[in-house]
């Protein structure tokens, strides 16, 4: 089994929907969560840390279900801008060893 | 403030040469990371550094590939000799020791003919 896991779309929304991506880690000893967003032909870009109480930036909030293993990315009212690629990553701190899950990518349509 | 900086942006290649690829981690960052992206296999990371010295290169696909830290605003991975199958797109990352949020560089598309 996959260290972190994504379903790799592609999700097609139309604009001003509601989306959401989740992401399964299988060592319970993990850490730290981000989503990291990536546009086409470009690096890796840190979109947001997940804390344990979920925490949310505007229009896209992040939730963590440790007891099944699982972190969430929600979207809401979906804007042309947020078509890429959604990475979620997961963090052991102690082994400070950094696994990247393949991506989930997201096309917004008109 | 200068992000992370990677060069050469492209680089292409014949098959059997040696490739250098080079990057700045951002001034105050402890950790740099080299990762491998293909549409293949995603993004792979390589190896890491922690205070300039290797924790883990388990991720380093065979003796063709080295990667060095001399000082702590400087890295290189070399690719000797390149093989088509190393056609990619190579990113250095760096983040404060001990912390998961990484900032990556633009990447080096390398295409190894």
């Known amino acids: 089994r996959k260290e972190v896991e994504q379903d790799p779309g592609p999700f097609n929304v139309p604009e001003g929907a509601t989306v959401a991506f989740n992401c399964t880690y299988s060592n319970s000893a993990s850490q730290s969560f981000f989503w990291y967003r990536q546009d086409c032909r470009k690096e890796p870009k840190l979109l947001m840390s997940v804390y344990s109480s979920g925490n949310e930036d505007g229009r896209f909030t992040a939730q963590l279900n440790r007891a099944s293993q699982y972190i969430s990315l929600l979207i809401r009212d979906s804007k042309l801008s947020d078509s890429a690629t959604y990475l979620c990553v997961v963090y052991r701190r102690g082994y400070q060893k950094v696994t990247f899950g393949t991506g989930t990518k997201l096309q917004v349509i008109p | 403030d200068a992000g992370v900086i990677q060069s050469p942006r492209h680089e292409v290649t014949e098959m059997g040469q040696e490739v250098t690829l080079r990057c700045k981690p951002i001034?105050?960052?402890?950790?740099l990371f080299w990762y491998r992206q293909t549409m293949m296999r995603g993004l792979e990371l390589l190896i890491y550094?922690?205070?300039?010295?290797?924790?883990?290169d388990s991720g380093m696909p065979e003796d063709r590939f080295s990667a060095k830290m001399p000082n702590a605003s400087f890295s290189t991975l070399k690719i000797q000799p390149s093989e088509p199958r190393d056609s990619a797109v190579y990113f250095c990352?760096?983040?404060?020791?001990?912390?998961?949020?990484?900032?990556f560089g633009p990447g080096t598309r390398l295409t190894v003919l």
């Open positions: 550094f922690n205070n300039n010295v290797p924790i883990d």
């Open positions: 990352a760096s983040s404060v020791a001990g912390a998961g949020e990484q900032f």
């Open positions: 001034s105050g960052h402890n950790s």
